[in-house]
């Protein structure tokens, strides 16, 4: 049994069969990749772990609870969080103050803007936010304008800012997505690190192939909907069925 068990999930958008039987098994600590080509349903399989999409059919357990017919704020309660493919952070707001922002919106199930500054005062949030902030690297632009930091750091931030809730499951749509070589690089390198150091299962979409086979344990490809192949990478790679479907070759 796997941490996350997706069994025969079907998901339609009016005429339009976006899954269609996805059977996915994530095991405990490992890094899962989830490949395919745009449109093939990757972004709508993860709405519909987080609970801001609901399956028209099927299950879909996370650690043998299911997810299904809870709020998003409670599926992250459960220990999943989410990094969105466009970034998702307050530019307004210091690289500080977003990182506490999931902290209070985990612990207390909700939050309002206004209230930032209440949280500003609670010493074990803040300790929390520091301490990702250290192993993110980033302590020392924790008083910088969010808005002013590079495409890379951005990122790191948003991982940052999941990390800070302790997740025991970490999703993450297309996380190098229009980033320049070398923060991709910076990226792969933070999400080996945190793959190492923590106590934690990772389920990545992403279109980067250097990406995908320099973390993934295991991959799954997705097309039209429905998974195509499930394998290790060194399978993934000389299967003639994911070249021709996806590899492009
Ligand atoms: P991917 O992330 O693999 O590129 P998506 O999951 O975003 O694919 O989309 C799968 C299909 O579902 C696409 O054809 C897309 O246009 C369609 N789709 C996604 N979200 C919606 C929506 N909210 N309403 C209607 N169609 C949607
Ligand atoms: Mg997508």
Excluded: W
């Amino acid at each position: 049994m796997g941490i996350l068990e997706v069994k025969d999930v079907n998901k339609r958008f009016g005429g339009l069969q976006a899954l269609g039987d996805v059977n996915l098994s994530i095991r405990e600590n490992a890094c899962h990749a989830i490949i395919g080509p745009n449109g093939a349903g990757k972004s709508t399989l993860l709405n519909c772990l987080v609970g801001k999409l609901i399956p028209d059919t099927g299950s879909v357990m996370f650690d043998g609870q299911s997810v299904l017919g809870r709020k998003p704020f409670e599926i992250n309660q459960m220990g999943i969080s989410r990094v969105f493919q466009t970034p998702e952070i307050f530019g307004d707001l210091t690289v500080m103050e977003n990182m506490m922002i999931p902290i209070f919106a985990q612990r207390d199930g909700a939050f309002e803007m206004n209230a930032i500054t209440s949280v500003l005062s609670q010493k074990d949030v803040i300790e929390r936010a520091e301490q990702v902030l250290e192993d993110m690297n980033m302590s020392d632009k924790r008083h910088m304008h969010s808005a002013a930091l590079s495409r890379g750091d951005k990122r790191r931030l948003e991982i940052g800012m999941c990390l800070s809730q302790n997740p025991r499951l970490l999703l993450l749509d297309e996380p190098t997505a229009g980033m320049a070589r070398a923060d991709t690089n910076n990226t792969i390198d933070l999400l080996k690190q945190i793959k190492e150091e923590r106590d934690i299962t990772i389920a990545i979409i992403e279109h980067d192939m250097h990406v995908v086979f320099s973390l993934a344990d295991r991959i799954t490809v997705l097309a039209q909907g429905t998974p195509l192949v499930e394998d290790d990478p060194q399978n993934i790679r000389g299967n003639p069925k994911v070249r021709e479907a996806y590899l492009g070759e």
